[in-house]
């Protein structure tokens, strides 16, 4: 149960300096955990996405390619990240909601946390996964490490493309916070399909963020009256 005014803080959302929601928590560890599965999966067989998870599972006569598309559909790693997102836009927009100050310094504050959180983790993922390629002598080049680490490619860590779409939505929902403050969830409502309209437009290079942007949104109402409701 959501409580947008804050009356009852044992319902809040865990942000910084407030209590932890572990119902939050349980999520995450969840979702961590159909990632991880759903990697091992396809990682030791690269071809298992097209030749079972894209597939019937009427279509399929081996045994072990019909397990692996029942396991793959309960431990779904595009419903994991989907997940990751919402819980994303439901955190930060009720952090949003908790800073003091202008709207400048509110929007920096908020940026500038977003940045902290995000790239010191990713560079220390990065060292750990560049040690092990040298230690099992696997390519790994210098340029694919500052690529990865500037999110522009993700030769090191593929995983980290969802900090891409991370570091993309944070202004974005600055944005939507902003039709939330003119109009309450009306606003939000309004801002976040106008931007989501906006970075659809053919033509604009948004990458993932087109597909991806929804969720967050949707994450964002949830601390609202309209979550409440």
């Avoid at 033509?203 to 994450?219: A, D, E, H, R, S």
Wanted: charged share 15%; with cysteine.
């Amino acid at each position: 149960r959501w409580d947008p005014d804050h009356r009852d803080r044992p319902d809040c959302l865990a942000v910084e300096g407030a209590q932890r929601n572990a119902a939050l928590d349980g999520l995450r560890g969840y979702a961590a955990l159909v990632v991880a599965i759903f990697h091992s999966i396809t990682g030791m067989d690269p071809s298992v996405v097209q030749r079972v998870l894209d597939q019937d599972l009427s279509t399929l006569t081996e045994a072990y390619d019909r397990l692996n598309w029942i396991t793959l559909r309960i431990f779904s790693g595009s419903a994991a990240i989907a997940l990751f997102f919402i819980l994303s836009g439901t955190v930060l927009f009720d952090s949003l909601r908790r800073l003091k100050g202008s709207a400048a310094n509110r929007s920096v504050a908020f940026l500038y946390r977003r940045f902290m959180r995000i790239y010191p983790p990713l560079i220390l993922s990065l060292c750990i996964a560049t040690l092990a390629y040298l230690a099992f002598g696997l390519p790994v080049s210098l340029q694919g490490f500052v690529e990865n680490a500037f999110l522009f490619s993700f030769p090191i860590n593929g995983a980290t493309w969802t900090l891409s779409v991370e570091l993309i939505a944070a202004p974005l929902m600055l944005a939507a916070f902003g039709g939330y403050l003119i109009g309450r969830e009306l606003g939000l409502l309004i801002a976040g399909i106008t931007l989501a309209l906006l970075i659809n437009v053919n033509g604009l290079t948004t990458g993932p963020i087109k597909n991806f942007w929804p969720y967050f949104l949707v994450g964002m109402l949830i601390p609202t009256r309209i979550g409440e409701k």
